[in-house]
């Protein structure tokens, strides 16, 4: 069983960068794909980008120019940066295995808990 | 961008099956996911590939998909069952969710 939790601030800044961290154990990152999804209050799931064991990266055009992650296969964690943030960016951050053999079957089989980021000054 | 459309909201009676639609162009030519999410808690992943059930997944959860719409179907509905429910696809490089539709087992 793999066991994903996310941490960093809950609390940034509008205009500042959002940085989390999801650590995995159960298994090596070096074996899979990892995401990052979101989701406000209330609402529907957003993908926010992938990050692959050799830290090649893919994110939601939505969110191009203000996201970036990355990989760290020694400590087995990825990070998240989410600069000039908004209110807008308030949300719950899950990070999510990626399975699936070829992309068109790819899903999210194992979740974090997910951490509440508000934007607030 | 690719858009998947469930209803906000469908209702069923205990013991009773219900089906939970995901509309999508074309969506019956790439597979469709499906998670359960209750309140305060995570998504779980229930079918993957239109219609296969992860280890753990009671069997009354089934999936089919064809056309422009896939269909989560729960049989001998429970009231554990009552949750959110999101559909899910790969399209043009991204992973596109569904917004989600709230199933009221009443």
């Known amino acids: 069983q793999v066991f994903l939790q996310e941490s960093g601030p809950r609390l940034v800044k509008p205009s500042e960068t959002l940085s989390l961290t999801c650590s995995v154990s159960g298994g090596s990152i070096s074996n899979y794909y990892l995401s990052w999804i979101r989701q406000p209050a209330g609402k529907g799931l957003e993908w926010i980008g992938y990050?692959?064991?050799?830290?090649?990266?893919n994110y939601n055009p939505s969110l191009k120019g203000r996201v970036a992650m990355s990989v760290d296969t020694s400590n087995n964690q990825i990070s998240l940066r989410l600069s000039s943030v908004t209110a807008a960016d308030t949300a719950v951050y899950y990070c999510?295995?990626?399975?699936?053999?070829?992309?068109?079957?790819?899903?999210?089989?194992?979740w974090g808990q997910g951490i509440l980021v508000t934007v607030s000054a | 961008s690719y858009d998947l459309t469930q209803p906000p909201s469908v209702s069923v009676s205990p013991g009773q099956t219900a089906s939970i639609t995901c509309s999508g162009d074309n969506l019956g030519d790439k597979y469709t996911s499906w998670y359960q999410q209750k309140p305060g808690q995570s998504p779980v992943l229930v079918i993957f590939?239109?219609?296969d059930r992860p280890s753990g997944i009671p069997e009354r959860f089934s999936g089919s998909n064809s056309g422009n719409t896939a269909t989560l179907t729960i049989g001998g509905t429970q009231p554990m069952d009552e949750a959110e429910y999101f559909c899910q696809a790969w399209d043009s490089n991204t992973f596109v969710f569904g917004g989600g539709t709230k199933l009221t087992v009443l």
């Open positions: 990050v692959s064991n050799t830290g090649n990266t």
């Open positions: 999510a295995r990626v399975a699936g053999l070829g992309e068109l079957s790819w899903r999210f089989d194992w």
């Open positions: 590939q239109d219609n």
